[in-house]
Each structure stands twice: as C-alpha cells, then as structure tokens.
Nanobody, 128 residues
Framework: QVQLQESGPGLVKPSQTLSLTCTVS??????????WSWIRQPPGKGLEWIGY???????YYSPSLKSRTSISRDTSKNQFTLQLSSVTPEDTAVYYC????????????????????WGKGTLVTVSS
C-alpha cells in the first residue's frame, strides 16, 4: 500500500518561498512509470494541479504557475519537494501530493489515468 505524507510550514509570509515535502512509503518514486504530482485547493474553490516530477526525474508544471514553481526529489529519502516562490495570499490552500500511473495508447489516442494515491493534505496560509 502506497502512502504519501505532506510536511512543511503551515504559515508563510508574502513574497517568501513556500516549501513542502512529500514522503512516500510502500513504493519507490523511481519506479516505472509513475508521476508524482502536487495539487492544491484554495478555500472554497476547486482543485488546481501544480506540476509533477516523473519516475525519470523529468518535471512538468502548470503554465499558470510555471514561473514560480520548482519540483525536485531526493531518491535516497524517497521524497519529492515543491517550492513555490513569491507567494501571495492567493496561494493560501490545502496542498496535496499524489501519484498518477502512466497512461496508455489505444490506436491514435492517449488515455490518462487519474491519481490513484493521495496524501491527506496540508494547509498553507500566506499571511504577514
């Protein structure tokens, strides 16, 4: 059973960098072919995907957050980390880490799987 656990400060000041770590147990973050994502949910709003780091170490970010986002990993600790710079109160949200299996081709179509394991989430408040 794969388990994910988010950790990090619950309060960040405006203009600072938000940093969260996801610790994975029950499976390796380098195992083919999984993608390890960060997702957030602001209060009263829907889920927003932030980006992922793949089993290979490659990364991909949401275009709307790309300029402020960095996702890295420590394979020795089986952890991956989110850094979001220049935060504002609009970055206040519950932040989740999750795993998504690789999709597959059927003919000329590519099918994506949804996230199959999630952390419980951690609330990060941006306030002075």
């Amino acid at each position: 059973q794969v388990q994910l656990q988010e950790s990090g400060p619950g309060l960040v000041k405006p203009s600072q960098t938000l940093s969260l770590t996801c610790t994975v147990s029950g499976g390796s973050i380098t195992t083919n072919y999984y993608y390890w994502s960060w997702i957030r949910q602001p209060p009263g709003k829907g889920l927003e995907w932030i980006g992922y780091i793949a089993y290979s170490g490659s990364t991909y970010y949401s275009p709307s957050l790309k300029s402020r986002t960095s996702i890295s990993r420590d394979t020795s600790k089986n952890q991956f980390t989110l850094q979001l710079s220049s935060v504002t109160p609009e970055d206040t949200a519950v932040y989740y880490c999750a795993r998504r299996p690789s999709g597959y081709y059927s003919g000329s179509y590519y099918f994506y799987y949804g996230m199959d394991y999630w952390g419980k989430g951690t609330l990060v408040t941006v306030s002075s």
